[in-house]
């Protein structure tokens, strides 16, 4: 019956007219064409990707990063406003870079990358030393985070949380040491954390990089960034992989420009907790962002507006899928 409601709602055909992602802004995009999301809030000039929703569609954390900093923000929906900005309770020092937060699905956990030191581990400044850190929800906010045990964090670098409905991890890992290279994986809920993670099977996992997946709540289909492919159209694009109902995963696809627009790079993707909406971040130039005759005026201006050249958010409708799902090979 999961399965059926699903693909029935990834139509468009059975769609609640309650659902959370449906007051995230206005207008709702289409499935033929991507909207920025938030501009001002979300998508303002600084370099803002990653994407979770709290189920109740009233609370949103992303990640804006800079060349020496990696900080979780968290805005508020408050008498239909979203609220400024604000480093999360648990994000914010400037010693550590933290990114890539992932709410569980009922959002009374938080999961995220962080290059904070493990139990035991010496200090390890600027990237590569990634780890999966995560919080409980209090009645007094966030609790102090803690870090996934070894079966996850496994000595690799591991990053990009992400959730079925049901609680099964997916995420990315990478060796550590430099090398150029990254997989995708998924680990199922045990009693007292994951088991070990399981590196997801062909055709998934052929290309030279995969990485930052997002699933579906429903866990039938996933999407995520590939790089140093000559089918991408940019240079990291966003593909999308569907799972059988025998455990099987699909051929990859590519999203497409309505997604993987000319000239944009790929950095993150998510899928809202109804699966309504797909949300990702992308590098984009907009040609008219500065006038024919530049001034000084005109270049403050751009460099915080949306479209500058640094990440901004989007969403699209996920009916974008429709069409790729019928085209899928296994």
Known sequence: ?????????????????????????????????????????????????????????????????????????????????????????????????????????????IYFLSTRPLPGDPPHPGWGYENIWMAHRTSEGWSDPVPLGPSVNDGRNVFYPTFTGEGTLYYTASPRGGERKSDLFRAFPEKDGFSAGEKLPEPLNTFPLQFNSAVDPQGEYLLFLAAGSEANQNASDIWVSFLSEDDRWSKPLNLGSAVNFPGGNAQSVSITPDGRFIVFAMTYVNPDLLPPEITYESLQKSMTSPQNGLSDLYWIDAGLLKGLKAKAEW
Not at 30 to 50: H, N, Q, V
Not at 72 to 88: E, Q
Request: net charge positive; proline share 9%.
């Open 1 to 109: 019956m999961s399965r059926l409601f699903s693909f029935l709602a990834l139509l468009g055909l059975m769609v609640s007219p309650a659902s959370a992602s449906q007051s995230i802004d206005a207008p709702l995009p289409s499935p033929e064409k991507a909207r920025l999301l938030l501009p001002g809030i979300l998508s303002t000039g600084l370099f803002e990707r990653d994407f979770t929703l709290s189920p109740e569609g009233d609370e949103i954390y992303f990640t804006v990063m800079g060349r020496s900093f990696s900080v979780i923000l968290v805005t508020n929906k408050v008498k239909g406003k979203w609220s400024t900005p604000r480093p999360a309770s648990f994000s914010g020092k400037k010693e550590f870079f933290d990114a890539e937060p992932c709410l569980s699905p009922g959002g009374k956990k």
